[in-house]
């Protein structure tokens, strides 16, 4: 059964207007602006799905009742009530109700000075809950279903979404307080910032930083020239940035970063792939398969001693390339240091691993190579310009 009802609160012919604007209650003076309150419900009959779609700022939360309701509040600058009435008429409500869904929609006439806002009070409970505004922002909190918020350029900020969440802005900051389901924010200029997700995420934005405090699943990241900082993942992390740093903390699964310019910092993870165009990489307490390589800048990497590491790889082109071995690590290592001149050395702490040169010829690559601890998977090291150091890890 479908329901449909169109409110025009005042349009060109002013028809609604003169039905509220009597009231005195409804149009106050603050400063220097007019304001009218319009308080209205959004449907008669229960509801599991709400679209809304408006101008202006947006403040939805769900609560424990059964009624959808709303408060729209406009503000204009005029001289007296008289000039103020026509500028905020200029404003359409409309509503209409299909089955289990309901449409809620404010519209402005184009050329209107007025601002709106835009307040909602429904049922947390409900399955589905988009809502959108052309140009201002989006908060949106305490619901049990699915959230879409979607905003032309302001910013979102969600907390207390049970469900999965999606967050779209053309060039707002995006934050996140609380997310149970899979979590999906897309920004033209914004920063995001996300503090609990429970489900996979994917993060991306086209001009600010990302940061992520905790995420129970994988966590997929991308950033134009911002930094991306990741605090701890129940999951695998694939991040990726054009200018800025990438610093994972603890990923329970393996971490994949990419920089086009900027440094790489894991603290702890199983498996790591990291590929920089101009900036150093640091492993802490790393495991499992490493594939580290940068074309500028030095690599520092602690391998975690108990914990199985698998065939690897590290490689600079210019830098220095540090490792802290676990003396009871089953590790072979194969160093090469191609560097020219006094810079090409291989300085090891352990006498297991033999440092020689690759032939008699003046210039050759200095080679090292040898078993730690009854040897095991092969730990290859590459440098071309700076010095290859083998250090006895803890």
Known sequence: MKQSLSISLVLVAGLAWSAWAQDDSRVTREGAYWVATI???????????LRVDT????????????????TLTLRVRASDQKDAQPLLGQFEVKKRTEGERAYFTVRRERSSPAEAELSLSIPRGLRQVWVGTQMGSVRASDLDGQLEARSGGGGISVDGIRGSAEMRTGGGDIQVGSVGGALRCFSGGGAIRVQNAGGE????????????????????????GGNIRIDQVSGPVFASTSGGLIQVDQADGAVTAESSGGAIQVNGAKGVQCDSAGGAIRLRSVAGMLHAST?????????????????????????????FIPSNLPVTVVARNGSEGTLGRIVSDFPEIRVRSASRVQGAP???EGALDGGGPVLHINVDGGTIYLRRGK
């Open 366 to 368: 200095v080679v090292a």
């Open 295 to 323: 074309n500028a800048g030095s690599i520092w990497a602690e391998l975690l001693g108990g914990h199985p590491l698998q065939d690897s790889m590290l490689s600079t082109r210019a830098g220095d390339i540090t490792v």
């Open 39 to 49: 308080h209205g419900e959004i449907a008669r009959s229960p509801i599991q799905e």
């Open 201 to 224: 995420s994917w993060l991306e934005t086209a001009g600010g930083e990302i940061s992520v405090h905790q995420a129970m699943a994988a966590v997929h990241t991308s950033a134009a």
């Open 55 to 70: 101008v202006g700022n947006v403040v939805l939360r769900g609560d424990g009742g059964n009624r959808a309701v709303y």
